[in-house]
């Protein structure tokens, strides 16, 4: 059964305030709605100008960046 819309809302912004805190939570919600954000043309946007190595290499500086410790929010 898919979770219910309240319910990914929770979800959301749980894993916003713990990655952001709770005022650049907020502050995120309201450029996404202000800006009427489309996140699918953004990523498309983004990754369409983007060589495969160059895509690797992002994700590999993210790897370094950012190392997986096992707490992972999951959704």
């Known amino acids: ?12 912004m749980n894993c916003l305030t713990e990655h952001l805190g709770i005022v650049e939570a907020e502050r995120f919600v309201a450029t996404v709605i202000r800006e009427k954000f489309d996140y699918t043309r953004w990523q498309r946007e983004y990754f369409d100008g983007m060589s ?12 370094r960046d950012e190392p997986y410790t096992g707490n992972a929010v999951r959704l």
Do not use: D, L, N, V
């Open 52 to 63: 495969p190595e160059k895509i690797s290499q992002e994700a590999e500086k993210f790897e």
């Open 1 to 12: 059964m898919s979770p219910s819309t309240a319910e990914i809302m929770r979800r959301g």
